[in-house]
């Protein structure tokens, strides 16, 4: 261990007193310096000299030179030592730390958040009528259920983490995968999490401002501010994000039930509301029949169900995930559908139509007309909802980003996994920038829009995929079947909530969607199909590397 010493203490020491030492003697040219010897020797630190001479205080920069390098010999210590630790037949992997209980909570806690305390309204105002509404949340709940088990075959054959990239790069190769890649890293990823966390400052907000909307720059500030606290929780350890993502379900789970509660004992005291809300004359009154306002009713409905594939990214960090999968959904999917529907009967239990559409904060608004002066608990249960559902988001966002750069569809350093902790931090830390700049000029409903417009394309991609893997492909192992009617009902789902907004009214924003997807072509062909590389981006990569203590992680298939 001598050699250890000297690297770290002789070295650098002798590095400093031999260069002062050279800047002492004058400069003789031709790169050599005099010295007590009889000739001038070529000495590879006059470049250093000469390089300092441009700074007043070049000692100073010698001393830099030498903490830097005795950095990087720290950091190559451990990397050996990591290496040490490690059975030479496995690498660093992502452990599976996901059981049962940690599937359910993953997948309906992402679901629970902020789409239920925000979609209401916007679900009402979209179809017109309570009784319509209500169809709405049913069938968006049987979408994201027969959608769900459709993933769960395709989590059987094709056990790997990445979600819908992961299984359109092995149906369909790699140029569509790219485009899937780009288009969840950069826009639907970062859309979900910008929204769900514009939705806690809403709700940390609304007592603060009662009567009126909260300043946008305080929403946006508290919303950043909530981003990097699930950033800190989900890159620090996967155990306690998990754990966060338990116990914000429970509390979700009490809220939820607790609207209920409330609603019911508002009916027994006076169903006046109730009744005229959902009376035959008055139910389906005033109901929008286009199909672009269906297809945008549709689309708030299902954001409240979004999360329902969020097991398919994590799939390798998932124990028994042929038993767990589909468990996980169905259990998730079913308490999700039942709560919402409840939910939605006990606003309409107390409120009107109108003062439901015209809620900025609906459960803010229930709790001031159930709770009266107590209404702000229900800001802290739906911020808190809302939290949990971020981190969900946040969990799951983050590895479509770490196997896209596993399979070279993103830079390498995203790739790699943090050798102590086992969480692949780099993705995760690309994944707080990205939202944090979408959360800069986006409004909550335009956000919903066109993610699900973008999303469920790609659904469709992949689900179109799982009907020729069912046809073409019936030898592969798979422990988990559906009959082939229902992927196909579900693409028939996705392709009118595609099509249906643009046909019923055309906007230039799914052009601008539709051209940053295709986009990917001019990123692709240089930097995939052809591997160009700048030299620059490998020592960034080598930098990076060291300066978060990360290395590249193995598939745990």
């Known amino acids: 261990m001598d050699w250890i010493y000297i690297a770290l203490f002789k070295a650098p020491k002798a590095l400093y007193n031999t260069t002062i030492h050279s800047l002492s003697h004058s400069y003789t040219g031709g790169g050599s310096y005099s010295c007590s010897h009889s000739c001038p020797v070529i000495n590879p630190l006059i470049t250093l000299k000469v390089f300092s001479t441009q700074f007043?205080?070049?000692?100073?920069?010698?001393?830099?030179?030498?903490?830097?390098?005795?950095?990087?010999?720290?950091?190559?210590?451990?990397?050996?030592?990591?290496?040490?630790?490690?059975?030479?037949?496995?690498?660093?992997?992502?452990?599976?730390?996901?059981?049962?209980?940690g599937g359910v909570a993953i997948v309906s806690g992402t679901m629970i958040g902020s789409g239920i305390f925000m979609s209401p309204q916007n679900v009402l105002a979209y179809v017109g009528s309570p009784g319509a509404s209500m169809l709405i949340w049913f069938f968006s709940g049987v979408v994201a259920l027969l959608a769900a088990l459709s993933y769960t075959e395709l989590g059987t054959i094709i056990p790997e983490s990445g979600g819908e990239f992961t299984y359109i790069l092995r149906i369909y190769g790699s140029f569509p995968a790219f485009f899937a890649a780009i288009t969840f890293i950069l826009l639907l990823k970062p859309s979900s999490i910008a929204a769900k966390s514009m939705t806690i400052a809403q709700y940390v907000m609304a007592p603060f401002y009662p009567g009126c909307p909260p300043p946008q720059l305080a929403v946006k500030c508290f919303a950043a501010f909530s981003i990097l606290v699930v950033a800190i929780t989900n890159i620090l350890n996967v155990r306690f994000a998990l754990r966060v993502q338990v116990i914000f379900l429970v509390a979700k789970?009490?809220?939820?039930?607790?609207?209920?509660?409330?609603?019911?004992?508002?009916?027994?005291?006076?169903?006046?509301?109730?009744?005229?809300?959902?009376?035959?004359?008055?139910?389906?009154?005033?109901?929008?029949?286009?199909?672009?306002?269906?297809?945008?009713?549709?689309?708030?409905?299902?954001w409240s169900y979004a999360g329902w594939y969020n097991l398919n990214y994590v799939t390798e960090e998932l124990n028994k995930p042929e038993v767990n999968l589909p468990r996980a959904v169905l259990i998730a999917i079913s308490l999700v559908t039942t709560l919402y529907l409840l939910v939605n009967v006990s606003y309409l239990a107390v409120m009107t139509p109108k003062e439901l559409v015209s809620s900025s904060a609906v459960a803010v608004t229930w709790g001031n007309k159930v709770l009266g002066s107590w209404g702000w608990v229900m800001s802290v249960?739906?911020?808190?909802?809302?939290?949990?559902?971020?981190?969900?988001?946040?969990?799951?966002?983050?590895?479509?980003?770490?196997?896209?750069?596993?399979?070279?569809?993103?830079?390498?350093?995203?790739?790699?996994?943090?050798?102590?902790?086992?969480?692949?931090?780099?993705?995760?830390?690309?994944?707080?920038?990205?939202?944090?700049?979408?959360?800069?000029?986006?409004?909550?409903?335009?956000?919903?829009?066109?993610?699900?417009?973008?999303?469920?394309?790609?659904?469709?991609?992949?689900?179109?995929?799982?009907?020729?893997?069912?046809?073409?492909?019936?030898?592969?192992?798979?422990?988990?079947?559906?009959?082939?009617?229902?992927?196909?009902?579900?693409?028939?789902?996705?392709?009118?909530?595609?099509?249906?907004?643009?046909?019923?009214?055309?906007?230039?924003?799914?052009?601008?969607?539709?051209?940053?997807?295709?986009?990917?072509?001019?990123?692709y062909i240089p930097f995939i199909h052809y591997k160009l590389c700048p030299r620059v981006l490998d020592k960034l990569t080598v930098f990076l590397q060291l300066f978060l203590e990360v290395a590249p992680a193995d598939k745990n298939l």
Request: a neutral charge; aromatic letters at 12%; glycine letters at 6%.
């Open 56 to 101: 007043v205080a070049s000692e100073f920069f010698v001393i830099f030179l030498s903490l830097l390098c005795r950095r990087v010999v720290l950091c190559s210590l451990l990397s050996l030592n990591m290496v040490d630790k490690t059975p030479k037949n496995e690498g660093l992997q992502l452990k599976r730390e996901i059981g049962l209980i």
């Open 253 to 302: 789970v009490f809220s939820l039930t607790f609207i209920v509660i409330g609603g019911l004992v508002k009916v027994i005291q006076s169903s006046t509301v109730i009744e005229e809300n959902f009376n035959v004359e008055n139910a389906f009154q005033g109901t929008e029949y286009s199909v672009g306002t269906l297809g945008m009713a549709f689309y708030q409905g299902l």
């Open 381 to 523: 249960a739906a911020a808190l909802s809302a939290f949990g559902s971020l981190n969900g988001t946040f969990f799951s966002g983050g590895r479509v980003c770490f196997v896209a750069a596993r399979e070279g569809h993103m830079p390498d350093i995203l790739s790699m996994a943090h050798v102590h902790r086992l969480t692949p931090s780099p993705a995760l830390i690309f994944t707080t920038i990205i939202s944090l700049v979408v959360l800069i000029p986006g409004d909550f409903q335009s956000i919903v829009n066109y993610f699900s417009f973008s999303a469920w394309f790609f659904y469709a991609i992949v689900l179109s995929g799982l009907i020729y893997l069912k046809i073409k492909k019936k030898d592969l192992p798979r422990s988990y079947k559906v009959p082939i009617v229902i992927p196909i009902l579900v693409l028939i789902a996705a392709i009118f909530l595609v099509l249906a907004p643009i046909i019923d009214n055309p906007q230039i924003e799914y052009l601008y969607v539709a051209l940053f997807i295709s986009s990917g072509i001019v990123l």
